[in-house]
């Protein structure tokens, strides 16, 4: 999970790094690896809910992500690393809604917006159920990196 953006070690490159990441992780032979760098960017399995546009992209490479999420079926893994990538800032952690704004305001709104979020919201009822809790119960400095301050403090 942790190598999701390896496809950044490209640089600022918006959507592309999903592709970078795959194309990366593919030719070292880690399959599985690769799978996670495209499809942790998309809670609605569809290419158009791309949060930055395709323009970084060549035509060949935007076909292939269209026609790879039409192929794939999400498993668990798939989900969780969608739900993390939407649990995390630059500097940590943070409430689902604060990173959903924060990549509205870098990117603007698409037609996917709102479906995204609630597929987001899903994958936390879904992972919540599963742990009996809340999910910010299990990540530190949540509050803190949220608010900007230490309510235990």
Known sequence: GLLHDIGRQEGITGIRHIVDGYEFMQALGFGAIARICLTHSFPVADHRAASSGWEVCTPAQTAFVADYLQQIEYDEYDRLLQLCDALALADGFTLLEKRMLDVVYR????????????????????????????IYRLLPG???????FDPCA
Do not use: C, H
């Open 107 to 134: 990117y603007g709104p698409n037609a996917f917006t709102v479906a995204k979020w609630r597929a987001t919201f899903a994958l936390r009822d879904q992972f919540e159920a599963a742990i009996g809790g809340s």
């Open 142 to 148: 949540v509050v803190a990196n949220t608010f900007g």
